[in-house]
DNA sequence: CGCAGAATTGAGCGGCGTTCAATTATTTTA
DNA sequence: TAAAATAATTGAACGCCGCTCAATTCTGCG
């Protein structure tokens, strides 16, 4: 067959990542399927070889769109935010992985090849979310320690992330912790400086 | 056939788990096969089904022999500690992770359904691993403070590990932080006071 | 020796990612 | 408008996967 529908191939895509996005929410990485993806969007699954190249790209392109929502989600709470901007940051930043714990997950579960880096657009997405918090913990540190923002933000995202997983599969569970978004607001604290 | 060799059920499934986490370690959860596994033991598929029932229970048991290491690992690393003995922990963790990445990061990328948590032979040897760290805490922290230590804990490993996740997956180099180990040193000497 | 029970096999099932020659639709050209 | 060129779509085929289980083979005991 040609062109079958009033799509663009740009447009198709979307509607792939779209139905894709979907279908990792509701199953988790492990059991997602392209061919459930291309039956849901009325497309055989040789399709979505031809829209993505690969296995791959179809993935990094379902993570971005979960990376685009949860960027979207912090900036939302942040502008709606009243008292600690830190503490709506970190309680974002859970609530997103709670809601959305498959497609999330998705992002960490997926992996590249040891030898190739994620697409340019792709660590924009990256990018974008410690754009935001950067902002923040900027605004939280006094003048004299301006210059660690950067670093420091790197650090404290990632002492965020370590809770968030802990709290996400189980871990703390395991280990007697039920307060994990408190117990990261305290470390995030000690580092500003209160 | 009946039993083959002179191996009883309790060593033919430590064999199977050796040759499984070596397997493991090669090649990442993405492209580990309980098939390949009975390939390299001489045995074949429905033997690796018969001994551990399922592929999430070889799974586990894959797991929890990578947890022993490297509480092993991490004991080991103390025993011969000059110095700070928290920096020792921290460095002793990323070591593992670096050293054994594949199998490491396997702990993470497998998932039970939602509904079951591990036996309690696995949970024991995360607590293992929480139950040294916990002692070096403890250590670290004045007398005032030693019912923080459990807790604090917990967050410190969460810490850690995040920074651990992000050196691992490549958002620290993403974000252009080239010493993880260095940023999440300066996290736990803020948390337990210098 | 014969037999009961334990251990092992491997073909078969449905599903996966991946490829690509064949087919069908659209657009361009004459 | 008819034919030729291009673009989009298909789906069977391949080799792999986890998983099952009737059939087979081995072992030890009476």
């Given at each position: 067959?040609?062109?079958?529908?009033?799509h663009?191939?740009?447009?198709l895509?979307?509607?792939?990542?779209e139905?894709g996005?979907?279908?990792?929410?509701?199953?988790?990485?492990?059991?997602?399927?392209?061919?459930e993806?291309a039956?849901r969007?009325?497309?055989?699954?040789?399709?979505?070889?031809?829209?993505f190249?690969?296995?791959?790209?179809?993935?990094l392109?379902?993570?971005?769109r979960?990376?685009a929502?949860w960027?979207?989600?912090?900036e939302?709470?942040?502008?709606?935010?009243q008292?600690?901007?830190?503490?709506?940051?970190?309680?974002a930043?859970?609530e997103?992985?709670?809601r959305?714990?498959h497609?999330w997950a998705?992002?960490y579960d997926?992996?590249?090849?040891?030898?190739?880096?994620?697409p340019?657009?792709?660590?924009?997405?990256?990018r974008a979310?410690?754009?935001?918090?950067?902002?923040?913990?900027?605004?939280?540190?006094?003048?004299?320690r301006?210059?660690?923002?950067?670093?420091l933000?790197?650090?404290?995202?990632?002492?965020v992330?370590?809770h968030?997983?802990?709290?996400?599969n189980?871990?703390?569970?395991?280990l007697?912790e039920?307060?994990?978004a408190r117990?990261v607001?305290?470390?995030?604290r000690?580092?500003?400086?209160?």
């Amino acid at each position: 067959m040609g062109r079958r529908s009033d799509h663009s191939r740009a447009e198709l895509s979307e509607i792939i990542v779209e139905a894709g996005y979907r279908h990792m929410d509701e199953v988790g990485f492990a059991h997602f399927s392209a061919r459930e993806v291309a039956k849901r969007v009325g497309y055989t699954i040789g399709t979505i070889y031809n829209v993505f190249g690969s296995y791959d790209a179809l993935i990094l392109a379902i993570n971005g769109r979960t990376l685009a929502l949860w960027r979207d989600h912090l900036e939302r709470r942040l502008q709606q935010a009243q008292g600690d901007r830190l503490q709506q940051a970190i309680e974002a930043y859970f609530e997103f992985a709670a809601r959305h714990g498959h497609a999330w997950a998705a992002i960490y579960d997926f992996r590249l090849p040891e030898d190739v880096s994620p697409p340019d657009t792709y660590q924009a997405k990256v990018r974008a979310i410690f754009d935001l918090v950067v902002a923040e913990v900027r605004a939280a540190l006094p003048a004299a320690r301006q210059p660690e923002a950067e670093p420091l933000t790197r650090s404290l995202l990632a002492t965020v992330h370590g809770h968030c997983v802990f709290a996400m599969n189980g871990t703390f569970a395991m280990l007697g912790e039920n307060d994990p978004a408190r117990a990261v607001l305290d470390r995030v604290r000690e580092a500003v400086g209160q």
